[in-house]
């Protein structure tokens, strides 16, 4: 499996990273401390036998994205997932539909349905492989802390999963 995710401005990458630690000491669930996961929204996950073309398209998509303000609104959940979520505003949706379309017709690929435009829900995970009790103290913590606040993204990596490993990584150049 390979994952296009955004990483953050260094302010927004300690904010999220705070939730993380926060959720991971009341919850006393860590799984994102402990499998040094940043702070990041995944764009999409795909399986593809053409590594070497998902990187080639990618470097031409990506240079078309600048750097830019995403605001982050509220806490959500899915089944042991607790995460913060931004506004899937003009920006972030041109963004996963310029990543969808530049590797959609590549033979041997085939992109996970929960990460296609307007079947994606863009999230940051504050924590995961929550039981039921450690949901409700997740929950109890960023109901507290949590706020609304502007971020910047300033990365786009492609990544593969078990082992992880980075194959290429994209600094987004300043908006004009």
Not at 60 to 78: D, L, Y
Request: aromatic share 12%.
């Amino acid at each position: 499996m390979y994952l296009i995710s955004v990483y953050f401005d260094k302010k927004t990458e300690h904010r999220i990273q705070s939730y993380i630690n926060d959720v991971a000491k009341e919850s006393g669930n860590a799984f994102m401390n402990d499998n040094n996961v940043p702070p990041h929204i995944t764009i999409t996950a795909f399986e593809t036998l053409e590594e070497k073309c998902v990187v080639e398209v990618l470097s031409n998509a990506i240079s078309q994205i600048e750097r830019n303000k995403i605001e982050w609104v509220t806490v959500g959940a899915f089944p042991t997932v607790i995460f913060i979520q931004p506004v899937l505003n003009e920006y972030l949706h041109n963004m996963s539909s310029l990543i969808y379309e530049s590797i959609e017709n590549l033979s041997d690929t085939k992109i996970s349905k929960y990460y296609k435009p307007f079947s994606w829900l863009p999230h940051a995970t504050i924590e995961k492989q929550l039981s039921e009790d450690e949901m409700r103290k997740a929950f109890d913590v960023l109901q507290k802390s949590f706020g609304v606040f502007e971020g910047e993204v300033v990365r786009i990596e492609l990544a593969k999963k078990n082992p992880y490993r980075v194959i290429a990584s994209w600094e987004l150049s300043n908006r004009n």
